[in-house]
């Protein structure tokens, strides 16, 4: 397949990776030339295909695992739209040098930080919001103006073949690619020079890919994941808590990196909490009384293998000695997994231990907050921090004594939507920025740049030869400034 008539391509081949790469170094150099009009028309085009093609983008969503129509809406469409529209809103501001003060001892001198784009870049997208989570970082590398190679995820092909058809109609070659392919394209790529890696995944495949960065010291955005926690005290609105907990967890099946991954809750409201999930559950998935496995609202987990994984944490806990609380059906043939509340959950069973990544929520309760917070801290930092209560002092004391990448309060997720809220992980859970300004400067080099008068300064009393009178005005510098 040749590189200059194609966008994507589904070989394994390194030496057609390369010639891929190849033609996109070429190009960078007049990309990071180009001011910010030309990046803004490329954005235009990418929102008006995603307004042409709405239809499209549910249809490979639905193939894939069979979700909603109406979620990817929210969760692949509005998402990316709104994040060009605010890019498009701010790109000229961005890309303006930035001025910055002048300390005493630098008088006669300017300084400002200017804006360049980094290069190349390596897109690595998942396979949970495959469409929303190439999109995404793809607006912020075209924003800064970076070539790209997106690598779709394998999981879904009906979307990661959308996405190549998608930029071989919109975009040049050696500006955007889609390579498709498989564990062994993804090593590859990763083989490469790339300026800058920006990869959303699992944990273990971010220390993979920094490994490999590091060999050619590239840059890298990591978006992981982990166990993020939902506190439920006993000031919350349990009602409204109900709603939004199960909203987060349900949606995309709880297959997001953000979703609430497990209940602290105090003991004094866990048994009207419960209730409370419950009947939200019943209204968003079963209102017919058919069964959650009927809904058109609900999708399906991705395929067999991670079927597997999430059922097997539902059976282990149970080993455990974890109770089903509420729904716990599951079906191997749809690939379906009931919205299931576990109480009684030891904290060593493999569902308390591992990033659940399903529709599956484990129960504990608190009796202090300071119990709660220690039970958090004793696990890898989280992606996010979601807690529910009415309380401000309660709030701020969470909030200052549990790290996390993010976080909401009363509510969940939608600090993820937000184009000013930066949005990453911290440690285990993610490296660097996402989204609007954030993801804007993640692409670009931030080049400091001072300015200097010409002839006499004053640094250049401090020049050799050091005699008393410079070793003086060191002294000076040194008490003074």
């Known amino acids: 397949m040749n590189p200059t008539t194609s966008a994507s391509t589904s070989t394994n081949d390194a030496t057609f990776i390369g010639q891929v790469f190849a033609r996109q170094q070429a190009r960078a150099e007049a990309l990071r030339k180009e001011g910010w009009e ?14 042409e093609n709405r239809a499209a983008i549910q249809q490979a969503l639905y193939a894939d695992f069979r979700k909603p129509a109406a979620e990817t809406d929210v969760t692949e469409i509005w998402s990316s ?66 070539a790209c190679i997106i690598k779709p995820s394998e999981m879904t092909p009906t979307v990661a073949a959308l996405l190549a058809r998608m930029c071989q109609e919109i975009f040049d070659p050696a500006e955007v ?19 800058h890696i920006f990869f959303t995944g699992s944990p273990q495949v ?22 993020s926690p939902a506190l439920v005290d006993e000031t919350a609105d349990l009602r409204d808590a109900a709603e939004k907990i ?72 149970q080993a455990h000695g974890a109770t089903i609380a509420l729904g716990g059906l599951v079906d191997a043939e749809q690939q379906f997994i009931e919205p299931t509340v576990l109480t009684d959950v030891a ?58 990448g993010g976080a909401c309060v009363n509510e969940t997720i939608l600090h993820l939507a937000h184009p000013d809220l930066p949005f990453g992980g911290l440690g285990n859970s993610g490296l660097g920025r996402a989204h609007g300004h954030a993801g804007f400067l993640s692409f670009s080099n931030e080049k400091s740049v001072l300015k200097q008068r010409v002839g006499r300064t004053a640094m250049k009393a401090l020049y050799p030869p050091y005699t008393a009178q410079v070793k003086k005005m060191v002294g000076w510098l040194l008490r003074f400034f």
């Open 347 to 404: 904290p060593t069973s493999r569902i308390m231990q591992e990033e659940i990544f399903g529709p599956l929520l484990p129960v504990r309760t608190f009796r202090t907050l300071m119990g709660a917070v220690d039970e958090v801290n004793a696990r890898p930092r989280p992606l996010a921090l979601y807690v529910f209560s009415q309380s401000a002092d309660n709030q701020r004391y969470l909030l200052q004594n549990i790290p996390a």
């Open 38 to 51: 030309p990046r803004a028309a490329r954005l235009r085009k990418l929102s008006h295909w995603l307004e």
């Open 246 to 317: 199960v909203w987060g967890k349900g949606i995309n099946a709880g297959q997001t990196c953000v979703a609430p991954d497990y209940l602290l809750v105090h003991e004094a409201v866990q048994e009207q909490l419960l209730k409370e999930i419950q009947a939200v559950i019943t209204r968003f998935y079963d209102p017919a009384g058919e069964g959650v496995a009927a809904s058109a609202s609900y999708a399906r987990i991705v395929n067999q293998g991670h079927f597997r994984r999430v059922a097997g944490l539902l059976e282990d806990a």
């Open 177 to 195: 690619t889609v390579v498709e392919g498989d564990k062994e394209t993804a090593t590859h790529l990763l083989a490469l020079p790339f300026n």
């Open 81 to 146: 739209q709104m994040e060009i529209k605010h890019t498009l809103r701010h790109l000229k501001q961005w890309t303006q040098p930035t001025k910055v003060g002048t300390p005493m001892s630098l008088v006669g001198t300017r300084g400002w930080v200017q804006y360049e784009p980094k290069g190349v870049c390596l897109l690595i997208a998942p396979w949970n919001y495959p469409f929303y989570l190439a999109i995404d970082p793809l607006i912020s590398a075209l924003a800064a103006g970076n």
């Open 206 to 227: 971010g220390k993979i890919v920094m490994r490999a960065a590091a060999e050619h010291l590239t840059s890298v955005t990591l978006e992981l994941g982990g166990k």
